[in-house]
């Protein structure tokens, strides 16, 4: 009995000790776009990017509130909310993803990866894989990627009567900063 | 056994973790999603909206109105005459806003202030309407018989600014207001008026609406040659610009006029078509790239 209690005991620990581990969370990655417009170009940040980080199967999942880009102009903000991402409708753009290189998170270091999963954005899912530099610090990760979003792979339309025509293609980063998921 | 029992005790947590989704966890505890904007413009037609300009925001606003569609082919329906205001709005704050008009109707100078007190959200914080306060001064600087001094030619305005939005196309607001007259035109009106505005906005497409704008005056306070103040426009963004083309009852375009002093009668005719443009200039340093 005292030997069963002792391994209950054991085990409780160790699925604390792993989940404290195994799983890096942010809910402040910061991500921002680019676009070159000829009257002005556009540009927006955003700071409220959710990540979660599997160390164990290396899964990664993103999820970008829409709603939260500051742009410079509040017109603009006001235009990819309500015309282009239609925000109230897709409230998130999203990756669900696996790194695809095999990453020792125990050691520190810098790497070049790459995740494969789907993108979505603007309620349309696209295949993608997107490559980053992760470096692995004690006690914290971070990610950082760049990629490019076609306009029209996901179904976002450029109207034809529009002063600031925007790009087809805009320039996608992001900056993210894991620490271990508290339970 | 025993092994057996360990074996399976050591898995639980292998298995409760394979069931974790990460993406089910992938949620902020803290997020509050703020309503897109109810209304395309600073203002419904005549009167102000709920919004304020963004932070470091400039809109210009050139703003026309013609003469009395009645006035019949001769005069081109109204087009023949026009008056105008210019005015510069500016954000100070994200929730601050200034602004400063002049009107060719009665030269009159108007300068305001509106903050937003309130954003519609929902999330962590659930609010379920947006609230704004505005003040405004205007001068008349037209020259009259006899000469008035400038504080009689002043007037005051107050208003509350709540709004809802209901869906995606369809947002209302209520505007209780007060106007204060150091010397209304007509020597039996109150100095002091109390109205309230109803408007509403019903959007088309992703770009275009149509907005609809009401004042009513409460009664037994402005002589009976006066008249609530009724509008209806078109509105059009594209993209830094908002373009709302209106029929309205009023001349003016300041609380004053518009509210108190609305000679028109939607019955006769008295309709002025009319247009506001806005176009926003942004002063606001470039974004730093990640």
Redesign the interface.
Known sequence: MKKLILLLFLCCSYSFIYAQNVIYSTNSGKISFFSKAPLEDIDAKNDKLISLLNTANNEIVVKVPVGQFEFRNKLMQEHFNENYMESERYPYATFKGKINEAIDFSKTGTYDVSASGILNIHGVNQKRTLKGKLKVAPNSIILDTNFDVKLEDHKIKIPRLVFNKIAEVISVSTSVNYSPREK | M?GF??AC??S??LL??AQ?D??E????S??V?????SF?GIRIINGHSVEI?????LDFIISHRFDRVNRGFENFYGLDAATNRLALEY?LT?RLMIGIGRSSFEKNYDFFAKAKLLKQTIGANNIPVSLSAFAGYSLRTLKSVPALSGKERSSYTGQLLLARKFS?TLSLQLSPTIIYRERPDNFTDSKTVFATGIGGRLKVT??TSINGEYFYVFPKQIDMGYNNNLSFSYDI??????FQLLFTNSYGMVERQFITETTGTWGDGDVHFGFNISR???F???????
Do not use: Q, Y
């Open positions: 025993r029992i360990a005790l050591l639980i947590p409760a973790f974790d990460l993406m966890m992938a949620k902020d803290n997020e999603r703020v309503a897109n904007t395309k300009v963004g932070k470091n925001n954000g994200n995606e992703k770009r963004e594209t993209g830094g610009h908002v926003t200039f942004s606001n340093k470039k974004i730093k790239r990640e």
